[in-house]
């Protein structure tokens, strides 16, 4: 039997299945100890020293026995937490992306997902470059600076040279004022060499699903294709990092097993890349199982209801605070209205899940890989934001500064990242309203600028950033970045 070691390099040992089953029952039996916690609320309270601000986070245990614990006024406690943490390091800023699906052919036979190899009705289709440059010209042409593209793993039509190839061409377009300044990267599970090379091509972070952590289940949801093989998919972001990738991207699909199981997971797989790499994943992701063509969410029988999915949101936020927190337009508005609050740092927007379909007028669905219950635009999300008090930011600079894995992370626990993030929400903002923005957006969005420069930490960069803006609004001179 494998014994739990976080250190280790094997799946088994670092998500090791009688340690998650020992910690539910921790969490189980703990569930009603006020006095404990207490403890652990008061342990996962941002510090203030000397202008900086700690956070201690939890360990997989801890944050278990929150999300057990049924007491309202408690809950209730960690809601309050979850927002006063998410002001402490992310403020009101809300970066925005969009997501670029290449190639729906893939050769597994994951059970929840519609490019599934044996779903022989859905169009298989896979974006030239050509296609590619019509695509990311539509993105520009909406206000995107950032990217995740999305592949199924096929190693004949999807070879990684197919997905480098496509990176340079996304990187290489400069429409009107438009750029793609940071490229994330989904795709399957790969080797150190080809982890490398995506490295070389100047990606931002690797983002890999687990989908489940629990090995029996995942090994029937996966009945074939490479994507079977538990452990490989499991230590993929080992192998990312040793290929000199340092942010990482985790993600959960909450729906396929029991949550408080996949939560301990989660949390084990960011202690162990912490623990063997010196970084925690750099964003976490938190889907749920949607409908799509032949995938019905309802067979999954581990669905959970809003109030649980807003619970493991505050719950992750407590447990590690400074990781960015991911949520798509496979959600509601509703939905990512209470996820914003509660811990989420980072939305898509005017998002497209087809192959090819930001181009078309029309929402294409033929192809799409979930159904989307966020259909507004982007501009019409950045209206809400802006109405509701946040900053949408299209900021990127930290990959490109070089700031990333732990010289990032250093920054990030400090809170000092916010004297950055701050002015460049601004000055990114200040671009989308110029250039991309309703007329309404721009006048509610400039007021909102001017407000916001009181919050800027420190007199030169706050004369810098409204130098920065004017010359945003009166030029166009663009990519200004702290
Ligand atoms: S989830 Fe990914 S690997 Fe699985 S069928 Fe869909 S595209 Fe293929
Ligand atoms: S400054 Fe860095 S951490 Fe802050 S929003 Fe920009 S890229 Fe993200």
Redesign the pocket.
């Known amino acids: 039997m494998a014994v739990y070691d976080k250190n280790s390099l094997k799946a088994d040992e670092f998500i090791n299945h009688e340690e998650i089953l020992e910690t539910l029952k921790y969490a189980e039996e703990n569930k009603n100890n006020v006095e404990l916690i207490d403890e652990i609320l008061a342990k996962a309270k941002p510090i203030r020293e000397d202008g900086k601000i700690f956070c201690k986070g939890l360990s997989h245990r801890e944050a278990a026995v929150l999300l057990a614990c049924e007491i309202p006024e408690k809950i209730e406690e960690m809601f309050k937490l979850a927002k006063e943490i998410k002001l402490a390091f992310y403020g009101n800023?809300i970066?925005l992306f969009a997501p670029l699906y290449l190639s729906n052919y893939c050769v597994n036979g994951c059970l929840y997902c519609p490019y599934h190899a044996k779903n022989k009705h859905i169009p298989r289709k896979k974006l030239t470059q050509e296609e590619i440059k019509k695509e990311v010209i539509a993105l520009q042409d909406m206000g995107h600076k950032r990217l995740a593209i999305e592949a199924g793993e096929d190693p004949v039509n999807n070879p990684i040279e197919y997905i480098l190839d496509s990176i340079k061409t996304i990187y290489s377009i400069k429409h009107k004022n438009g750029a793609i300044r940071r490229v994330n990267v989904n795709i399957a599970a790969t080797t150190v060499e080809n982890y490398r090379k995506l490295k070389e091509a100047g990606i931002g972070t690797y983002i890999l699903f687990q989908e489940t952590y629990h090995k029996k289940g995942y090994e029937e949801l996966h009945p074939t294709g490479p994507k079977h093989d538990y452990n490989y998919h499991t230590e993929a972001m080992d192998r990312a990092m040793e290929g000199g990738i340092d942010d990482v991207g985790l993600g959960v699909l909450f729906g396929l097993d029991k949550y408080k199981y996949e939560f301990a997971g989660l949390l084990m797989h960011a202690e162990h890349l912490e623990a063997v790499h010196g970084v925690g994943p750099h964003t976490i992701s938190v889907p749920r199982v949607k409908k799509a063509d032949d995938i019905d969410p309802d067979v999954f029988d581990n669905g959970i209801d809003d109030e649980t999915f807003e619970k493991i949101i505050a719950c992750i936020r407590i447990a590690v605070p400074y990781t960015g927190m991911i949520i798509s337009t496979r959600e509601s508005e509703e939905v990512r209205l209470k996820a914003l609050e509660m811990g989420v740092s980072q939305i898509s927007g005017g998002s497209r899940t087809s192959v090819g379909g930001y181009g078309e007028e029309e929402r294409p669905h033929d192809t799409e890989q979930f159904d989307v219950s966020d259909t507004r635009t982007l501009d019409e999300v950045i209206a809400w934001l802006i109405e509701i008090g946040y900053i949408p930011?299209f900021?990127?600079?930290?990959?490109r500064a070089g700031?990333t894995g732990d010289r990032?992370m250093t920054l990030?626990k400090t809170g000092q990242?916010q004297n950055?993030?701050h002015p460049?929400?601004l000055m990114t903002l200040a671009e989308y309203l110029m250039d991309y923005a309703k007329d309404k957006t721009k006048e509610e969005g400039l007021k909102l600028i001017e407000k916001e420069y009181d919050n800027i930490i420190g007199d030169k960069i706050r004369e810098l950033t409204k130098e920065h803006i004017k010359d945003i609004c009166e030029s166009n001179k663009r990519d200004f970045r702290f």
């Open positions: 800023r970066v930011s900021c990127t600079a930290c990959y700031r990032f990030c990242i950055c993030c460049n929400a």
